[in-house]
């Protein structure tokens, strides 16, 4: 069964203390993992998406790697307006239209930045 | 969120009434989904849908129906309400399959209670 573990569950920061999070990842065949973010009463927002390992991207403060069993997004000298959760999710290898969008989310990881 | 609008935002339902979530896009995109967002539980599939007049059950289906007679709508039925459905619920979209240069972009979210 597909799964995704995402880590920690909360992170509190003071502004400009660079962290991580980690997005562990177990599903057959990956054929992408996407990060999100998402602010309160709102729909995830589209940041990322890595498709092999020693794969890298960035944005602004946040870069994504990924590995073969995990990815992480590195949030540097984070501001208060990086304050969300962050969510990750799998895309399992099947055939084009099998797969459709099939998803398979972590719990999420709240991260607040304080000034 | 660039194109998919989902109604209502909120609605509050008595056990056993019936009821339909929109969802529509504008982006020509073949790929739509639905998804249910619940404390401790991320987001989890409910349908999936991989063109007109093709649907799929995810990992949460009962309880809901599904159909897609346009690209444009893919409406989510709720045949006879449950407190257990009590969730946020979000649509999702994509051209294709999440594969190498695609993104797949989330509606805004509808709150549903069923009392």
């Known amino acids: 069964e597909d799964q995704v573990t995402q880590s920690p569950e909360a992170l509190r920061l003071q502004e400009g203390e660079s962290s991580s999070l980690n997005c562990s990842y177990t599903v057959s065949g990956l054929r992408g993992l996407f990060w999100y973010r998402q602010d309160p009463g709102k729909g995830p927002e589209f940041l990322f998406t890595?498709?092999?390992a020693g794969e890298e991207k960035e944005k602004e403060r946040l870069k994504a790697t990924l590995t073969k069993k995990e990815s992480f997004l590195h949030i540097t000298a984070p501001k208060p307006e990086d304050s969300a959760t962050y969510l990750c999710?799998?895309?399992?290898?099947?055939?084009?239209?099998?797969?459709?969008?099939?998803?398979?989310f972590g719990g999420g990881t709240r991260v607040l930045v304080k000034p | 969120n660039a194109g998919v609008t989902q109604t209502p935002k909120f609605q509050v339902l008595k056990t056993g009434q019936s009821m339909t979530l929109q969802c529509a896009q504008d982006?020509?995109?073949?790929?739509m989904s639905w998804y249910r967002q619940d404390p401790g539980m991320g987001l989890r599939l409910i349908h999936y849908s991989v063109g007109a007049g093709i649907t799929d059950q995810g990992e949460v289906p009962n309880g809901y129906n599904v159909s897609r007679s346009t690209t444009e709508d893919f409406p989510l039925r709720l045949l006879s309400a449950a407190p257990s459905q009590t969730s946020v619920y979000f649509c999702?979209?994509?051209?294709?399959?999440?594969?190498?240069?695609?993104?797949?972009?989330f509606g805004e979210g509808s709150w549903l209670t069923v009392v």
């Open positions: 982006m020509n995109h073949e790929y």
């Open positions: 999702a979209s994509s051209y294709s399959v999440g594969g190498h240069g695609n993104t797949i972009y």
């Open positions: 999710a799998a895309l399992r290898g099947e055939t084009i239209k099998a797969a459709g969008n099939k998803l398979t």
């Open positions: 890595l498709y092999s």
